[in-house]
């Protein structure tokens, strides 16, 4: 059920629907138990193959095949497309040029955000738009709702109403053509050679050669189609998402494991494809943007994603005023993390050099013998940069009754169990 209120709100309650595989799932049976799958927006999705730290490591040192075919993929097209995604989405996609990419965001006019997605722009009239995979469901109601006149545009304008509704298909549905797609990502620096051995057109070489990243283009991969692009969710320099159709997903699936061993290419689970984010301070919908503490762009430092100097985009003045008045932002910050150090947590506080509580973990991973999390933390603690320190919740009731806290508290004083230092936001590799 979906509605928006008079305030611009819009909500959601997707249908609990069993789990199910995705397109990849029989070849995932080939390789593990059934036991190292967990559900995941609706699918059975693999854990890990081997294991988290040899997968994350793969992605560092050679590269990693990551099943991404439950992301939902939306095609836009007719002349009114690019207007269309310019006020549904916070970024200038006027300036997209075909062959670019773009990260946006879709807001309700409340300012509230709805989704991060990347805006594909395959033609003059023609957009591709992946959103996440949890969030699919709503996207789609939300677009329909726009279309049909039923969800707020501006809460400035209530009566607003949407001069430009353009064809939207879903890419993924077999039943809608020829010309659909779902998602494998290749990331990692040896992935530019795999692809390169399976591209037989000199000029599709060259052009995969010298892509530069947020672009693609379309061609062969031993026979298959494939809309290649460089982009990825790795914080890898080198990588690439192949957007192939959905019947022939499992083929080149199989193909590119099967061409890249000798190279040390290995399938990826969620696992790795979270403590690779992690690690690079890349948000997940949830956690570090929208979820309990509705984190707006800003403050996820993608401020830059959000053109508040447009004419006008659905959201926008809720925005500027999130924009203006915040003062907590999202840090990356190094943990120690060595044999014997208990994992630090989502919700377990963050301290200042006065043992006072100005944050909380919102994801963590541990990368090599130290921890890497990215909190929620006053801003001007940013600005100072002090030492810092975390304080675990307790765990379990027996941890309670011996004094340890199952919640912290903004402001309060605390003692540090380990101690933890900010480091750069966002990184590469």
Known sequence: MAKSDNLGHFSFKNNEKTAVGSVLYNEHLRLIEKNRFAEFAGYLMPLWFSSISAEHNAVRESAGLFDCTHMGILEFAGKNARDFLNIIATNDTGKLK?????YN????AAGN????IIIYRLSEDKYMVVVNAANEPKIKAYLEALINNDAIVDIEKPQRKLDYKPAIRDMRDPNNG???RVDIALQGPKSMVLLLSMISKEKDREQLENLKSFH????????YDCIISRTGYTGAKIGFELFVHPEKAADLWSLLLEKGKSLG???????ARDSLRIEAGLPLYGHELAGEFNINPFEAGYGWAVK???EFF????AMRKKAEARNMQVARIELPGQKGIRPARSHDGILDENGLCVGWVLSCAGVSDKQIALVYISSKTIERNPPLGLYYLARSKGQIEKGKKDKARKNEKLEPDIPGKIIERFAKF
Do not use: H, M
Not at 105 to 108: E, F, H, K, T, V
């Open 265 to 271: 290419i290995i399938p990826c689970g969620l696992g």
């Open 105 to 108: 965001y879709i807001l309700d």
């Open 308 to 310: 508040l100097e447009k």
């Open 314 to 317: 659905i959201g926008q003045a």
């Open 216 to 223: 693609l283009f379309e061609t062969e991969l031993d026979g």
């Open 98 to 102: 075909t062959g670019s990419a773009q």
């Open 178 to 180: 020829t010309d659909c």
């Open 113 to 116: 955000v709805l989704d991060d």
